[in-house]
């Protein structure tokens, strides 16, 4: 079966310090793995994707991932976060077992940034 | 560029009413899928069409529930007669099919909010 896990309901930085949000997959095949996020009353919103090459990804918004096909991790990380970071974020995998097509998501993790 | 557009953005229905939702995707965006998030959990897929065939519905929770994407342009999705457990939030989201579409992002709608009361 393929699956993502996000082992952090919600994640609590205090601006102008970085962050990490985990991420780590299950999948057959070569994974290709995104991020998305929602801010509230909004729809996803892709920041990054990892397909191949470069284990280190980066993003839109200053964000950047890195891809360890050891520990079938993909944390998402900002060196510096801000207030306006503070979201709901969702990795998610494509795999063999869907085609490549279709995601599958992990269940979220919401960052909270405090001033 | 306009970007996904779901209708309506809230829906509160009572249980064993139908409810219509729909999804506008990116224009020539040839690959439109369905997600649906219950409260608290993954972001689950429903369905993909490619233009206006289904190209996989495995994710369809049973047959109360109805898509179509008549001409391959907008889709919509049907619920009847809608239950309790059907609450959630329905996504839609598009890709191109230009390359390689497994590299594509998918593009993502605001969502539909239906509650079923």
């Known amino acids: 079966a393929q699956s993502v896990a996000q082992p952090e309901d919600q994640v609590n930085v205090a601006e102008g310090n970085p962050l990490t949000v985990k991420c780590t997959y299950s999948?057959?095949?070569?994974?290709?793995l995104f991020w998305y996020v929602q801010y509230p009353n909004r729809g996803l919103q892709f920041l990054l994707k990892?397909?191949?090459?470069?284990?280190l990804v980066k993003g839109s918004y200053g964000f950047e991932a890195e891809f360890n096909k050891s520990q079938t991790s993909f944390h998402l990380k900002k060196p510096s976060a801000l207030v306006s970071d503070s979201a709901l974020y969702f990795c998610?995998?494509?795999?063999?077992?869907?085609?490549?097509?279709?995601?599958?998501f992990g269940k979220g993790t919401m960052l909270l940034v405090s001033p | 560029e306009a970007g996904v557009t779901q209708f309506p953005s809230h829906s509160v229905i009572e249980k064993g009413q139908t409810v219509t939702l729909r999804c506008d995707p990116i224009?020539?965006?040839?690959?439109l899928y369905w997600y649906r998030r219950v409260m608290g959990k993954e972001i689950k897929f429903l369905l993909h069409?490619?233009?206006?065939?289904?190209?996989?519905e495995s994710g369809m929770p049973n047959n109360r529930f109805l898509a179509e994407r008549t001409g391959g342009t907008y889709s919509t999705l049907k619920v009847q007669p809608a239950e309790l457990e059907d609450s959630g939030v329905y996504f839609c989201?598009?890709?191109?099919?230009?390359?390689?579409?497994?590299?594509?992002?998918?593009?993502f709608g605001p969502g539909t909010r239906l509650t079923v009361l």
């Open positions: 989201a598009s890709s191109p099919r230009v390359g390689e579409s497994s590299y594509n992002e998918q593009f």
């Open positions: 999948v057959s095949g070569n994974p290709y």
């Open positions: 990892y397909i191949t090459g470069d284990n």
């Open positions: 998610a995998v494509r795999g063999a077992l869907s085609g490549y097509s279709t995601l599958t």
């Open positions: 224009s020539g965006h040839d690959n």
């Open positions: 069409f490619v233009k206006e065939s289904k190209q996989d």
